[in-house]
Every structure is written in C-alpha cells, then in structure tokens.
C-alpha cells in the first residue's frame, strides 16, 4: 500500500478516535448537569492524580503515598456507587473506542516497538486483497445461515450418502464452530471444503470470517489462481509483492478459494505446498489457520496434486464434503 493510501486510512483512524473521545466528554457533561457531586469527585480526583505525580518525584514518605492513595480509592468507591445507581449502560472511565486493543490509533507496542494494530492490518487486506470476496459479512453470516435451503432426502444413489444433504450441512456447521471456538489451539484442524458449486462453501467460509474477525484476528482471502501467481510474480521479480506474500504466510486466518482453477505447473505445486506447510509449522509461536475451498470431488482432488500436498491435507485438515441440489436458487424464496 502506498503511503498516500496510509495516510487516508489514519485520518479515519484520528477521526474515530476523536468522535469517541467528544462523545464520552457529552455524555459526562449530561450526568454533571444533574450530578455535580459527581463532577466534584472527576475534579477531585484529577488533582489528586497530578498531585500522586509531583509528589513521587520529590521522594515522598510512605505515610503520604498511603493517605493519598486511601483518598483516591475512597472517592473511586463513592463515584462508582454514584454511577451503579444511576443504571449507565456505558462506562464514564473510557471512551468507546471501535478497538479497543488500540483505541483507535491503529498501532500498538510490541517488543517495545510501535506495530501495526489487528484492525489496521485487515483494513489494508481489505482494500489491498480481500476487495469484495468478503465484503459481505453483514448478510453472509451465522446468524443468517438457513438449514432449510438443504434437502432432508436420504437418496444414497444420488449424493453417495447414508445421511441428507441437510444433516450433512449441520454436521459441517458443527465442524466449522469447533473450528471458530478452538482457533488458539495448535492441535486443531484446518477446513478443507469440497463439493460443486452453488453448495453454501463460500458462505460458510465468510461466516467463519466474520466470527474470526470478531475475535480481532485478521482474515486474507485470495483465490488460488491469484495467490499462486502473485508468490511466483514475487519469486521472479516481477513485481514488489513481498507483503502480500509474507502477509499470506502470517495472517490469522488465510481462505483460499477455487482450488483447482489455477493452471498446473511444478512451480506452482512447490509454492501452494510451500504455503500450506508454512502454515501449518505456526512459525514464532503464532497459531495461523487455513480453509481452503475447492469445486473438485476428493478423487480430482488426489489425481491432481502431488502426494506432499495431498498428505498435509488428509493429515492437517478436516475435509467437509458438501452435497445437495445448488442453493442459490432457493434463497430468493426464503
């Protein structure tokens, strides 16, 4: 991203984090109007914080650090009662910044240097990579997730299975929570999504998508096609693409969608193992998982790449089988 892309994106930063600040100042000018108790105790308090301060760097006695420190909590005890009775369902201490991990600066400390923030880094994927692929997530949800679309006919003949399409989706979704509530946990497995078109795959990834974002992880999505090229553009020099490529390697949560549409080649085999190894190693201690989502049937899948490929797969990821007639045609009669 360019620096001029940076900048306008830190101005919204700057712009959210004042709206938030002015917001808290209003809402405690309303509860002074009506309160000036309460007003005395945020004054009384602000000048004994100063005072704690100056203090210390005179090299005060203990005794005074004591008082001082008694006073404090006992008008902290008097505002809160104040507070609880007046039923706020907000809090007057901090304003209600949309991240509270950076309170809406976009960078936060880390081994004692100043890093991006999770929310800044997935704003950049978003306008850098992740476009409209999941821009959605409003609708595309759990929350909007319909079992009904999917048939609850056992027809072994026709989807090669003992259990409907609709108890299979149930299952999967039992899978993908699992997934979402273990995310930290190294032993977990990754999503492999298969099935033909029109089967909820992408849905679902973007559900799992917005509940990992939730958790303020970030979230690539990118197509086969497209992600293989720009490692291989990276590698030959084409281009400078060295943060979409270490970005693949280190996001949270990597979705890789339409397995299978990219052409074939050795050096592509190497990079999608490569990526998919990496991945799974979690290097620098940092859990990263990956859903890959294919339209190929598992005997394509395993006749098409390469046993090093196919062996991380069946070893690391939990393969989800989708079947069923294409639901897309039965959304816009539910």
Do not use: W
Not at 13 to 42: C, F, G, P, T, V
Not at 62 to 88: A, D, M
Not at 292 to 304: D, G, P, W
């Amino acid at each position: 991203m360019d620096n001029n892309s940076l900048k306008e994106i830190l101005k919204t930063y700057e712009k959210k984090k004042l709206l938030a600040e002015m917001e808290l100042d209003k809402k405690k000018e309303q509860i002074y109007s009506s309160n000036a108790r309460l007003r005395k105790i945020d004054e009384e308090l602000n000048s004994y914080a100063f005072s704690t301060v100056k203090h210390i760097l005179n090299s005060p006695s203990k005794e005074y650090v004591s008082n001082l420190q008694e006073k404090i909590n006992n008008l902290k005890q008097e505002k809160q009662k104040i507070i609880n009775s007046l039923n706020l369902d907000y809090d007057l201490s901090s304003p209600n910044y949309e991240c509270k991990i950076c309170n809406d600066t976009g960078f936060v400390q880390k081994d004692g240097s100043s890093v991006f923030c999770n929310c800044l880094k997935q704003k950049i994927f978003d306008i850098e990579y992740n476009k409209s692929n999941i821009g959605n997530l409003e609708k595309e949800n759990f929350s909007n997730f319909k079992f009904n679309l999917y048939s609850d006919e056992i027809n072994y003949e026709k989807y090669n299975s003992n259990i409907s399409p609709r108890e299979n989706i149930k299952n999967i979704k039992s899978i993908c929570d699992k997934f979402i509530k273990n995310f930290e946990d190294p032993d977990e497995k990754n999503l492999l999504f298969t099935g033909n078109t029109g089967l909820g795959k992408t849905y679902l990834s973007n559900c799992i998508a917005k509940e990992i974002l939730s958790q303020g992880k970030t979230v690539l999505y990118q197509t086969s096609s497209v992600m293989l090229d720009s490692i291989i553009d990276y590698k030959f020099g084409k281009n400078n693409s060295l943060n979409i490529y270490n970005n693949i390697l280190d996001v949270d949560l990597l979705i890789i969608d339409d397995l299978g549409t990219e052409s074939i080649n050795n050096i592509k085999f190497a990079e999608l193992f490569n990526v998919i190894n990496t991945r799974l190693l979690n290097q620098h201690n940092h859990i990263t998982k990956t859903i890959i989502s294919t339209n190929l049937s598992l005997k394509n899948l395993f006749s098409t790449y390469d046993e090093r490929i196919i062996s991380r797969l069946v070893g690391y990821y939990n393969i989800c089988k989708f079947f069923g007639e294409d639901i897309r045609f039965k959304k816009g009669s539910n």
